[in-house]
């Protein structure tokens, strides 16, 4: 069973560009969150997804959003970017079968670097 | 607000020795608990998580951690620690039944000496 995909792995953008990152779930994984990864503020909580619907969201503005598609496949797309932009983004998916049986499965990340 | 708290940013242990890393939490309900690790370029794997029950959970790669709710308190540990197991670990802890919003702690890096 292939794992939790995301491309682009590595992602050189300027200030001021928009970038999307794309995050392919586990086969039958029906939500997927998104983290990101910084040095200084550690791994945060972005917004998680199911049935192509915002499920829950972090404390990010509202330069970072998403979307989910109907074959659970998400996006995530940050606009005007900034230099403290420049992180790693991790994508975790579960079957969202609920409490004792959930279970998040992280990809690899995409390295976002902000010039 | 919930919050994970891991006192320890940077460890180093010798290859064969036993292995504590900390973390406590502070939150309101019944937390769910879980310890991922992370090696270099990679992302997070998971090695075990509590939820309720015996407070003693194993994981994979022969770790285990101990929920104390008393000190809010779950703990890693692995007897015998192998070369391989140098990365970062996070500990990590969700509400019940929404387990895809973790709040985690900020990481301790374990270094391994031969």
């Known amino acids: 069973k292939a794992g939790v995909t995301q491309t682009p792995r590595y992602l050189i953008k300027t200030r001021g560009q928009q970038v999307t990152l794309s995050c392919s779930p586990i086969s039958g994984h029906r939500s997927v969150s998104w983290y990101q990864q910084t040095p200084g503020q550690g791994l945060q909580f972005l917004f998680e997804?199911?049935?192509?619907?915002?499920?829950n969201k972090g404390n990010f503005p509202g330069r970072f959003s998403g979307r989910q598609f109907s074959n659970s496949r998400s996006e995530m797309n940050v606009s005007t970017l900034e230099l403290g932009d420049s992180a790693l983004y991790l994508c975790a998916s579960s079957l969202d079968a609920g409490g004792l049986y959930n279970e998040q499965f992280f990809g690899p990340g995409t390295r976002l670097t902000v010039l | 607000a919930q919050s994970v708290t891991q006192p320890d940013i940077h460890i180093t242990v010798s290859e064969g020795a036993s292995l504590e890393l900390r973390c406590n939490y502070s939150?309101?309900?019944?937390?769910?608990l879980f310890w991922y690790v992370q090696s270099p370029g990679q992302g997070l794997q998971l090695l075990l998580k509590y939820f309720s029950g015996d407070t003693l959970v194993q994981g994979i790669k022969g770790f285990e951690a101990e929920f104390k709710r008393s000190q809010s308190s779950f703990n890693l540990r692995k007897p015998s620690v192998h070369w391989s197991d140098a990365a970062e670990y996070f500990c990590?802890?969700?509400?019940?039944?929404?387990?895809?919003?973790?709040?985690f702690g900020t990481g301790t890096r374990l270094q391994v000496f031969p």
């Open positions: 990590a802890v969700t509400r019940s039944y929404n387990t895809d919003k973790l709040i």
């Open positions: 997804y199911f049935s192509e619907t915002q499920r």
């Open positions: 939150y309101g309900a019944t937390p769910y």
